[in-house]
């Protein structure tokens, strides 16, 4: 059975601290866990089964019973989910830390857009970010439902019995995380695993977000979640359009201008130097892209305030904003440096044939 995710992925629930910035977006702070002794940790439920992959990265099958007397992380990932990305360091970190301790890391790999169930583009993602963990690839989202999950990040801790005795959805609480794992590791009968936590540092497209000034929220450029369009006219479904951008925008509206497709999950551009814009206020602005057939490369350019970018290029344009689309995946495009302040995005594809599908910040 074809099922379909409808949960917006930045909303989050749990106990985090809530910023300020990060309360109005709906997303679990990265408060710090203040545990000085063991907590109380309730059993939650068991861990499912795992049959339901479609296929294995990294590792032969594994199930629940194979896992028994084993610690193990179950994470829900999307390779494209910039809240997946970020909790990506410590998930390394942990896998490599307490390997040898009886800890088993897994990522399930539960998709959102068609691309992502392309296992190429998941074995690049898992070999670009440098995971050796093993990974579930969950194209039908039975593991997802076997666990009643709803969120990209959600983290689930299990102990050697097979019951899971916490979760996590979201970024952030990684200390409390740790401290977890390394309390369950113990009720395992594991020695010599101190309290040290992983000294953990994300760079690039990993480095934490700048909470305190991220005002812009994911933002979808399919027509199916689509909000703040603002292209005169509106939104033409599934049919050739060619768009014009409004004089101005307002702070998180955005435009097409071009002849573009608007698809339920993603617009296509069917003819060269069709352009995005887009008025944010964050530190990072990532778009979600790839090229609409295999081995296309499509040729594109990004400014700000009308301008190059300069030194607030992100890791896939240069200083003059100038980038390729090679792959169907998150492209890091703007890292400014302080101030913050509310900026104009524009990006021009200089040739047909891209896919553009979600707006993230950080």
Known sequence: MQVEITTDRRRFLGNAVMMIAAAQLGIAGCAKAQSTGAARLPVEGDLTSLGGATTWLNSQPLTARSLRGSVVLVNFWTFSCINSIRVLPYLRAWAAKYKSHGLVVIGVQAPEFEFEKNVDNVRWAVKDRMIEYPIAIDNDL???????????????????????????????????????????????????????????????????????????????????????FASPGGEAWDKRHVYAGPS???????????????????????????????????????????????????????????????????????????????????????????????????????????EAFDFTFG
Not at 154 to 170: C, K, N, S, T, W
Not at 312 to 327: F, L, R
Request: aromatic share 10%; charged share 20%.
């Open 142 to 228: 039975a593991i997802w439902q076997a666990f009643d999950n709803s969120y990209w990040p959600a983290l689930y801790f299990v102990d050697a019995h097979g019951h899971i005795r916490h979760h996590q959805f979201g970024e952030g609480e990684y200390e409390q995380s740790e401290v977890v794992i390394q309390q369950l590791l113990a009720e395992a009968g594991i020695q010599g695993i101190g309290h040290e936590l992983a000294k953990v540092g994300g760079a690039g497209i990993e480095a934490a977000p700048d909470w305190a000034d991220l005002k812009s929220p994911e933002s979808y450029v399919g027509y199916d979640r689509a909000e703040n």
């Open 248 to 354: 101005t925008l307002k702070l998180n509206q955005w435009a097409l201008a071009g002849e573009w497709t608007e698809k339920k999950q993603f617009a296509l551009l069917n003819a060269p130097n069709g352009q995005i814009t887009y008025r944010f206020h964050a530190r990072d602005l990532h778009l979600i892209m790839g090229p609409s057939a295999p081995g296309a490369t499509v040729r594109f350019r990004v400014s700000i305030d009308g301008q190059p970018p300069g030194v607030a290029h992100g890791v896939d344009v240069d200083g003059q904003g100038n980038g390729t689309v090679i792959e169907q995946r998150l492209h890091q495009l703007i890292r400014q440096p302080q101030p913050i302040v509310d900026r104009q995005f524009q990006i021009e594809f200089l040739d047909p044939g891209v």
